[in-house]
């Protein structure tokens, strides 16, 4: 069986980023993948948040700063990829070119796991 998906669902998030969910919770139903394409602009960054899946992040454009651990930062620029782990707790950020990525998480993203920070 194949299924064709030909159009993501966009996620509405504050600060400007856009997440087009390809496939996942939001837009198939898919609970145990989400590949989402996001686009974040210059110096966005996002509250800590505490997952509960694995994050898998390719960066097409730009770079993307993720805070872990004790106030270590790791920079993932354009061509490189990450892989955060659940339960770690995180933060995402961009410099000053903003960031154009992919994200594949498992089990799939929702608002619900994600445990953001408040």
């Given at each position: 069986m194949v299924d064709r998906?030909?159009?993501?669902?966009?996620i509405p998030v504050p600060g400007g980023k856009i997440?087009?969910?390809?496939?996942?919770?939001?837009?198939?139903?898919e609970r145990q993948v989400s590949i989402a394409h996001m686009q974040a602009p210059a110096d966005w960054s996002e509250p800590f948040q505490t997952p509960a899946f694995d994050e898998f992040t390719v960066v097409l454009r730009g770079a993307v700063i993720v805070e872990h651990g004790d106030g270590e930062s790791t920079t993932v620029n354009a061509g490189e990829s990450l892989k955060t782990t659940a339960g770690e707790r995180i933060r995402y950020s961009t410099g000053p070119d903003g960031a154009d990525y992919i994200a594949v998480c498992l089990p799939a993203f929702s608002p619900d796991t994600v445990h953001r920070d408040e």
């Open positions: 998906y030909t159009e993501p669902v966009r997440i087009d969910e390809h496939i996942g919770a939001a837009s198939t139903g």
